[in-house]
């Protein structure tokens, strides 16, 4: 949880141009911003941000699955359109991540979602294994987390991460909210019981994305 000064850093990066630069200069930090996505296919800078974050049913199948196969953090591009005020993700593609720079609390990828072969990015996402620290600013403050400062020099629409049962995401406006993963949560067994009883009182659970700010 190491403060990186995003803003100095950048001036610093930027000249250089060369992603091996820049990786050789975050791999002295020990959780560094990643700055491979900042070079998007859909920028956002004069979209309206996004309020919400709709994610195919593959989508969501492929997040389930990499979260459960993978002990430490994974990276995916989140490959889909802005709609309105909609991000519509179809699918997550693999970010060119080298194994040494995955581990349970940090991931960076290599390259940029685009130089790794995928147009149409609309963000990154990655995993949290631990279903812990999903936030872009430490709780009660508007201080950005390392995961807040990457957002912060990157171009695309959102960012998200990856917690297991649900999704913690941000938009342009810097505003957090929280996607489920599931788009309709199992009724729990009790609610079904009385279901069978005859009642018709039926709570699934809500889907509305939940505003952080
Ligand atoms: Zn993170």
């Keep these: 949880m190491l403060a990186v000064r995003a803003g100095t850093l950048w001036r610093v990066i930027r000249p250089l141009g060369a992603?091996?630069?820049?990786?050789?200069?975050?791999?002295?930090?020990?959780?560094?911003?990643?700055?491979?996505?900042?070079?998007?296919?859909?920028?956002?800078d004069d979209a309206p941000a996004a309020r919400v974050l709709i994610l195919s049913d593959q989508a969501r199948r492929y997040l389930a699955l990499q979260y459960r196969a993978f002990a430490t953090e994974f990276?995916?591009?989140?490959?889909?359109?802005?709609?309105?005020?909609?991000?519509?993700?179809?699918?997550?593609?693999?970010?060119?991540?080298?194994?040494?720079?995955?581990?349970?609390?940090?991931?960076?990828?290599?390259?940029?979602?685009?130089?790794?072969?995928?147009?149409?990015?609309?963000?990154?996402?990655?995993?949290h294994p631990t279903g812990?620290?999903?936030?872009?600013?430490?709780?009660?403050?508007?201080?950005?987390?390392?995961?807040?400062?990457?957002?912060?020099?990157?171009?695309?629409?959102?960012?998200?991460?990856?917690?297991?049962d649900r999704i913690v995401w941000i938009n342009r406006d810097q505003a957090e909210r929280v996607t489920p993963l599931e788009e309709r949560p199992p009724r729990p067994a009790s609610a079904a019981r009385a279901k069978q009883r005859g009642n018709q009182s039926q709570h699934g659970g809500s889907t509305d994305p939940a505003g952080g700010d």
């Design 75 to 127: 990276m995916g591009c989140m490959i889909g359109e802005v709609r309105g005020r909609a991000v519509v993700v179809s699918r997550i593609a693999p970010a060119d991540v080298d194994p040494v720079h995955s581990t349970p609390t940090h991931v960076v990828p290599s390259a940029s979602c685009e130089a790794a072969g995928w147009s149409g990015t609309v963000g990154m996402i990655h995993s």
């Design 132 to 164: 812990e620290r999903c936030w872009y600013y430490f709780p009660g403050t508007r201080v950005p987390s390392s995961d807040g400062q990457s957002f912060r020099l990157t171009g695309y629409p959102v960012d998200a991460i990856m917690c297991g």
């Design 19 to 44: 992603v091996v630069g820049v990786m050789s200069l975050l791999a002295l930090q020990p959780e560094p911003a990643r700055l491979a996505g900042s070079a998007p296919g859909a920028r956002a």
